[in-house]
């Protein structure tokens, strides 16, 4: 009888392919596969997923050569059903829509959301984690934009924050 080991996972954090600076069709092939040779656990405490590392503006002009995380919440949402913290670097020139945010995270329940992208609409964040409890808000200081945060239909719609949002405001 051997005595084998299942080595099971609880955080994910891809910042290490940040380092290879393969093309964005690389990128997300190495990801699902190294996703499906993981046992990963039903919740994860922590998933970090980074910036493009080869976005140019190349994908600036092909939008679909863009590294779009879909792909690997598809791969998560077989095993994973909770993510703790959610840390997402989006890029600031080829952002996911709020249609992808919501269709990537269909199935997974968030507690402390901190996707990097500015302006985030709040209705996006209360359809994609509808039992958020603590929120990073990224603004251009778009001042619409803040007020639609601070309205009635704002951040008021997430209902289970129970820590105040974080909020960071990039100047140029």
Not at 16 to 23: G, L, N, R
Not at 89 to 94: A, F, G, S, T
Not at 115 to 135: F, G, S
Request: glycine content about 2%.
């Amino acid at each position: 009888m051997s005595n084998s080991v299942i080595v099971s996972y609880s955080h994910l954090d891809l910042s290490e392919y940040t380092e290879m600076k393969p093309s964005p069709p690389d990128f997300l092939n190495n990801i699902a596969q190294s996703l499906e040779k993981m046992n990963l656990d039903t919740i994860l405490h922590y998933v970090y997923l980074p910036k493009d590392p080869m976005l140019s503006e190349q994908s600036l002009d092909n939008p679909d050569e863009y590294v779009n995380y879909s792909v690997v919440f598809e791969s998560l949402r077989k095993k994973v059903k909770k993510i703790i913290k959610l840390k997402v670097e989006d890029n600031e020139d080829l952002p996911h829509s709020d249609e992808e945010i919501v269709n990537a995270l269909q199935g997974i329940d968030v507690e402390i959301w901190d996707w990097v992208q500015y302006d985030l609409c709040c209705d996006t964040i209360a359809k994609a984690a509808r039992n958020v409890k603590e929120v990073f808000l990224y603004s251009t200081g778009n001042k619409a934009v803040l007020q639609s945060w601070s309205s009635n239909e704002g951040l008021n719609k997430l209902k289970h924050v129970t820590c105040s949002a974080r909020l960071l405001i990039r100047l140029s």
